[in-house]
């Protein structure tokens, strides 16, 4: 059982459905051929026997009152009138002459009306006949009409029908096999290129690999075509997303990881250095430390593609936007920064994680704050029920980095100078997105940058107004 079961999972399915389209098909054939036989022998049969009835009939017209003995002999040929003979039900009024057709014990019980008229088959001067013994109603008692017509013909006709038939069945299952063979063939083409295409993924690791889709038709499987090749597409993205993020990070590691080294070296020399110069090169080994531990935790963060669900909550944005202003204020308390806190906003909620929401937050105040210059106008935070607004006075975003600020260790020319890594907003742009909004980047009018993170269309708005806060 177990090895049929296996044979059976092993089989293609193309020759499954070949199998069993041309079986199908072969069995309903072979079935046809065989009611038409049953039906055609039947109906030989009964004409037959028709004719028996009717040549006993007319027998009985012919030889009214007469005695018993052979009324016609014509059973040797082919067409009727059948060969007639009536025999008594008493062996002592059997005629002088022989009978032509047999006489038995059951002849002289149809004669004496003990035994219902029957039919008989039986051989006759080398001729197959068929007999119809009945009772004599021509006049008298007690005698049995005998009749019999040759029945070779209806024999041979019979004959010839089952050669007729078994050629049909015969050439009917070769159609089936060679039809069933062809719908299979036709029919999981698709699906042997959507097999070939993912075997070949599968061997070559490469996720460009596309099925090619007939142009036009909707059916199950080019719908399934298509699903898989936008699967793939998500797979190529998702890919060379991934090593688009090794190369860079590796990359952006690179020269940190360079100058840390060169001060360990510096100070496994210490003896040789004076003390000034110690001290300096530990507190850079310090900072750079520092800078790489920074860079490879926005890294593990921007490798977090979706927020942790169990800590999704409604967060109160209001309070969250002043924690995160004074912060940036405690932070940098060279900068002045101006919250404003639009009546309808006072009371938003936003579902989402709110420690990420307040990266989000400090990553925009950050690079406010990096990029005022020193004495420089206030960064203005504006809160609205539909939006935060973050604009600061600095020298702005140039037109042709505005398409770029948001990709990972993007940084513009004129931010070289400054510290960071070109991780900020990526991370910015990936935490806005897993919460619903959107964030972008203007020239604000009049100087400076301006991001905007407008939020998704269900953040919910109480009916509650706030007074305007500022820092
Ligand atoms: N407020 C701004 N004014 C002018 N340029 C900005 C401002 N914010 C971002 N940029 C530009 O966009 C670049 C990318 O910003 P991002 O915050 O991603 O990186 P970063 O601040 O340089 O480094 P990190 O945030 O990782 O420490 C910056 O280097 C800078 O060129
Ligand atoms: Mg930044």
């Known amino acids: 059982m177990s090895g049929r079961r296996r044979l059976k999972d092993r089989t293609p399915l193309r020759t499954r459905l070949a199998l069993l ?97 029957y039919y008989t088959n039986l051989t006759l001067q080398g001729h197959r006949v068929r007999m119809l013994t009945t009772p004599y109603t021509g006049g008298g ?6 009749v019999a017509l040759r029945s070779d013909t209806a024999a041979r006709g019979l004959r010839q029908a089952t050669a007729l038939l078994a050629a049909i069945s015969a050439a009917g299952v070769a159609l089936a096999a060679a039809g069933g063979y062809w719908i299979s063939r036709r029919g999981l083409a698709p699906v042997a290129r959507l097999t070939a295409t993912a075997e070949r993924i599968a061997a070559t ?16 499987v080019t ?59 530990s507190s850079a ?35 969250l936007v002043t924690h995160a202003v004074e912060a940036a204020h405690a932070h940098w308390p060279q900068v002045t920064f101006t919250l404003t806190v639009h009546p309808e906003a006072a009371s938003t909620t ?11 937050l400090a990553n925009l105040l950050g690079n406010a704050a990096k990029f005022t210059p020193p004495g420089g106008a206030p960064v203005e935070v504006t809160l609205s029920s539909r939006d935060l607004t973050v604009r600061d006075h600095g020298p702005g975003i140039a037109p042709e980095d505005l398409p770029y ?22 991370m910015a742009q990936q935490i806005a997105r897993a919460h619903g ?17 407008a939020f998704p269309p269900a953040t919910a708005v109480p009916a509650a107004g706030a007074p305007a806060a500022g820092t």
């Open 21 to 117: 389209a041309s079986g199908t098909v072969a069995l309903i054939t072979v079935g046809v051929c065989v009611a038409s036989y049953a039906v055609i022998r039947y109906e030989l049969g009964h004409q037959l026997d028709l004719q028996l009835t009717q040549a006993a009939t007319l027998a009985t017209q012919q030889n009214r009152d007469e005695g018993p003995g052979v009324k016609d002999g014509e059973c040797r040929y082919l067409a009727a009138p059948a060969c007639a003979q009536i025999a008594p039900a008493d062996p002592a009024d059997d005629p002088k002459g022989a009978y032509l057709l047999p006489v038995t014990d059951t002849t002289r019980e149809v004669a004496a009306g003990t035994r219902a008229p």
């Open 405 to 426: 600020v948001f990709d990972r260790f993007y940084r513009a020319e004129a931010s070289r100078a400054l510290p960071g890594s070109g991780l900020g907003l990526a």
């Open 350 to 360: 936003l579902p989402g994680v709110p420690s990420r929401l307040s990266r989000l």
């Open 285 to 319: 080994l310090g900072r750079q430390i520092h800078e790489v531990t920074s860079l490879v935790n926005d890294l593990i963060e921007l490798a977090r593609d979706e927020e942790p669900q169990p800590l999704v909550e409604d967060v109160a944005l209001a309070p």
């Open 141 to 146: 008692r007690d005698k049995a009409l005998q």
């Open 205 to 220: 690791r490469d996720a460009r690999t596309r099925i090619d889709l007939p142009p036009g038709r909707r059916d199950e």
């Open 223 to 281: 719908r399934l075509a298509a699903s898989f090749n936008t699967m793939l597409g998500e797979l190529e993205d998702s890919v060379t997303a991934r090593r688009r993020l090794v190369a860079d990070a590796s990359h952006e590691l690179r020269t940190p990881l360079t100058a840390l080294r060169t001060n360990a070296e510096l100070l496994a020399r210490a003896d040789r250095l004076t003390p000034a110069q110690r001290e300096r090169a």
């Open 437 to 453: 909004a959107e964030l972008t980047a203007e020239r604000a009018l009049g100087g400076g940058a301006l991001f905007r993170l």
